[in-house]
């Protein structure tokens, strides 16, 4: 980004600071009923394609597995999963690891939106802090590692958990919905919707800085 300077004037992302802010996904009011959940058959799933070593949740998830009974699938794994297989395989378990690749101000992704919330399945997160995610879903939607001492305090918790605990962080889906965005067509549409609105005159001298703020 350091050679993108002085270049543009308005920046689109998942950054609520943004000036056309575009999340991956939202919560949005129900119409109808609440589907129910899916049934479940395993305790915990992952599914990464890029497993790096040096990454916190690499580290993590390292620390969470002889404790805690996690499947792996995806590009990284040797269970790899076709699009069509991927929210039908996790549904059938009580936990996803929604954990972000990198934790940076407002990243969150459809780890957390489709693979999590989506799926009918309680979303385990790692990344930005607890009152980001607040900001977006409601507090009893979610539980975040950052809560818990360490990897085996959270595995106790987890698995300690009985049906009308676990029932109780998917009373939201009672007057919610997950709505994603993931068409490019749908982002472009809200340059035109904040358009009237959008600063004139302006231009990142040094999105760098921006992006890393």
Same mark, same amino acid.
């Given at each position: ?14 950054? @609520? ?5 575009? %999340?991956?996904? +939202? ?51 040797? !269970?790899?999963? +076709?699009? =069509?297989?991927?929210? %039908?395989?996790?549904? !059938? ?12 101000? =407002? ?6 939106? !489709? ?12 990344? %930005? ?16 590692? =950052? =809560? ?24 939201? $889906? ?14 472009? +549409?809200?340059? +035109?919707? @904040?358009?009237?609105?959008?600063? $004139?005159? !302006? ?11």
């Amino acid at each position: 980004l350091g050679r993108l300077r002085g270049i543009f004037n308005w920046v689109l992302s998942y950054r @609520r600071d943004s000036d056309i802010f575009v %999340p991956y996904g +939202c919560l949005e009011p129900r119409e109808g009923t609440a589907p129910p959940l899916p049934a479940k058959s395993g305790v915990a799933v992952w599914v990464v394609s890029n497993f790096q070593r040096r990454q916190r949740r690499a580290q993590l998830y390292q620390q969470l597995a002889p404790h805690l009974p996690v499947d792996v699938f995806g590009r990284a794994s040797r !269970q790899p999963l +076709c699009a =069509d297989c991927l929210l %039908p395989t996790v549904a !059938q378990y009580l936990f996803y690891l929604s954990f972000e690749n990198s934790q940076h101000r =407002d990243y969150i992704t459809e780890k957390f939106w !489709q693979n999590a919330l989506a799926a009918g399945t309680l979303p385990v997160v790692l990344g %930005p802090p607890r009152a980001t995610y607040e900001a977006f879903a409601p507090p009893d939607a979610f539980v975040h590692v =950052d =809560d818990f001492g360490s990897a085996r305090e959270l595995a106790a918790f987890l698995t300690s958990m009985n049906e009308s605990h676990y029932r109780r962080y998917f009373a939201w $889906r009672e007057r919610l919905q997950v709505r994603l965005i993931g068409d490019w067509r749908e982002r472009f +549409c809200a340059i +035109c919707t @904040r358009y009237p609105h959008l600063p $004139r005159g !302006q231009v990142y001298q040094d999105l760098e800085g921006w992006f890393q703020a």
